[in-house]
């Protein structure tokens, strides 16, 4: 099974910046479609931004212009560069992998269920 962990967390003041990093213990960015997730504190989870294994990238609309996806394949590693936090962006921030299948120990495996552990960003005014 693949492991994905999460890095790049911590505080900042508003206005900052930070880059999370989500490293892929194999190579799945070829058949998964990529997610990254966030978690406030008595907040439902929401889907930040998706990249597909094809390349196509969506945000959420409280994020286009300020966060930016991508991925080093070279590296097994996923990023979300956020710019111009505010305190509304604080929560714990997941990578997570569906939509397809990526080839481990001979076989074709699903991609969904792929979750890291999450890594924590705090915002503050």
């Known amino acids: 099974q693949v492991q994905l962990v999460e890095s790049g967390g911590g505080s900042v003041q508003a206005g900052g910046s930070l880059k999370l990093s989500c490293v892929t213990s194999g190579y799945i960015f070829g058949g998964c479609t990529m997610h990254w997730y966030r978690q406030a504190p008595g907040k439902e989870g929401e889907l930040v931004s998706s990249?597909?294994?094809?390349?196509?990238?969506s945000y959420i609309d409280s994020v286009k212009g300020r966060f930016t996806i991508s991925q080093d394949k070279g590296k097994n590693t996923m990023y979300l560069q956020m710019n111009n936090l505010n305190t509304d962006d604080t929560a714990v921030y997941y990578c997570?992998?569906?939509?397809?299948?990526?080839?481990?120990?001979?076989?074709?495996?699903?991609?969904?269920?792929?979750w890291g552990q999450g890594t924590q960003v705090v915002v503050s005014s």
């Open positions: 997570a992998a569906d939509d397809g299948a990526y080839y481990s120990g001979g076989i074709y495996r699903d991609c969904a269920g792929l």
């Open positions: 990249i597909s294994s094809d390349g196509a990238i």
